[in-house]
């Protein structure tokens, strides 16, 4: 297993030096996202070779910006998962033989300062291989190269690994890429649960998942703002670039930062939204926006560099927003947006064949009525759609354009 990685690595090193001294942070980003969201690498899926291949990537990048290794076996730390019915099982330590299995690999390397205490900085590498669960394309098998998701986490990641290693800083950093996010938080619950720090010395940690679709209109969502009195502050002070930041309190969600908050550390979560494109083939590195991810990265730089002198921030817990969700067994069948703010609940993708398509309701529209219930934000229409179940008839209004258009729909 050690031969074979270490090959991988000394490939990927030999294909990727630079012939140039100088850092060029969108060139690299941009190789990094094309090389973890290639086909060669197929998906990513947590217990494929393609895991392997883009953790030994990611080794080898930790290595030439001169981390140190931070986990069992070097930069690695393998966890073993039992296979379940269940997506979100929590990973559970088995024995290597056990073929009713999978093993995963996290990833951790550390720039070692002067300070005891240290913040986390993580981004999931692992993605849904050919699709075979989670995925939301309909027709024959394809690589799902997951570019967005979350090939842009790891080049953000990446890239504050190599700008940060040259700055005087007190805290130590944990870079830490994380596998198994997309089967159930595998990766970040297994290592909280055995750290290879001492968890009680985390100042904060800094997940990046979906950053690569950062469109400067739309905004970018911050979540977990609610988990220390200082974040809002810290992220306004931070912002020189007057990013539009739409901010979320919980530190619990579908990422990895959700495994930190649960052990009481401060959390800050960086999506720039929802696409089409989500758990798609189409999910490719020809749509990625490097120059918002290194937006993004800066952003980040710049709240470690601002509380580097500060001492322990304070951690608060938030209410759980995801206990508050209601449940509903119909769809109509749209991504919603998540970054939008205004009144209603605007469409950012249309599913094929679902109630939506099917009436005519198209991408953009802003849903303000379904049924009986008026729709402000994403709460009330999962509210409303909540009280509808299969073969219900009813109606949708839409804005489009300034116009209000009612349209019907049957679940």
Not at 101 to 107: A, D, E, F, P
Not at 202 to 211: E, K, L
């Amino acid at each position: 297993m050690r031969k074979h990685l270490l090959l991988i690595t000394l490939t990927f090193i030999l294909l990727n030096c630079s012939p140039s001294p100088e850092y060029n942070p969108i060139n690299q980003i941009a190789n990094d996202i094309s090389i973890l969201a290639s086909d060669s690498l197929m998906g990513r899926e947590v217990g494929t070779e393609g895991e392997k291949m883009a953790a030994s990537y990611i080794v080898s990048e930790f290595e030439r910006a001169g981390l140190t290794p931070k986990g069992t076996d070097g930069f690695y730390q393998s966890f073993f998962v039992k296979d379940s019915d269940n997506p979100h099982e929590q990973a559970q330590v088995g024995v290597a033989t056990d073929s009713a299995g999978i093993t995963g690999y996290n990833v951790l390397g550390m720039i070692d300062n002067p300070s005891d205490e240290l913040i986390v900085i993580g981004a999931h590498y692992d993605h849904l291989g050919m699709g075979t669960f989670s995925s939301l394309h309909r027709g024959e098998k394809a690589v799902h190269n997951g570019a967005d998701d979350n090939a842009s986490g790891v080049a953000a990641m990446l890239h504050l690994s190599r700008v940060l290693r040259g700055k005087t800083l007190n805290h130590d950093i944990l870079f830490f890429g994380i596998s198994g996010e997309e089967k159930g938080l595998w990766g970040s619950n297994y290592f909280t649960k055995n750290p290879t720090i001492d968890l009680s010395k985390v100042n904060f940690m800094i997940n990046m998942d979906m950053v690569g679709r950062f469109d400067e209109e739309r905004g970018l969502a911050v979540n977990g703002t609610g988990t220390s009195p200082i974040w809002n502050w810290i992220l306004d002070n931070s912002n020189v670039d007057s990013l539009k930041l739409i901010k979320s309190e919980s530190g619990v969600g579908p990422s990895d930062h959700t495994s930190f908050y649960l052990q009481d550390i401060p959390v800050l979560h960086f999506f720039s939204g929802q696409h089409e494109d989500y758990h798609k083939p189409g999910d490719d590195a020809e749509k990625i926006n490097e120059e918002g991810i290194l937006q993004i990265a800066s952003l980040i730089e710049r709240i470690v560099l601002d509380l580097d002198d500060e001492e322990k921030i304070a951690f608060t817990k938030t209410k759980d927003e995801s206990r508050d969700s209601p449940r509903f067994t119909v769809t109509l069948g749209v991504v919603p947006d998540y970054l939008f703010d205004g009144n209603g609940m605007r469409i950012d993708g249309v599913s094929e064949d679902k109630p939506a398509q099917q009436a005519g309701i198209q991408k953009g529209d802003i849903v303000v009525q379904l049924g009986d219930s008026t729709v402000t934000d994403m709460m009330s229409y999962m509210r409303a759609l909540s009280s509808f179940k299969k073969g219900d008839q009813t109606s949708v209004t839409i804005e489009r354009n300034g116009e209000k258009i009612s349209y019907k729909i049957v679940f």
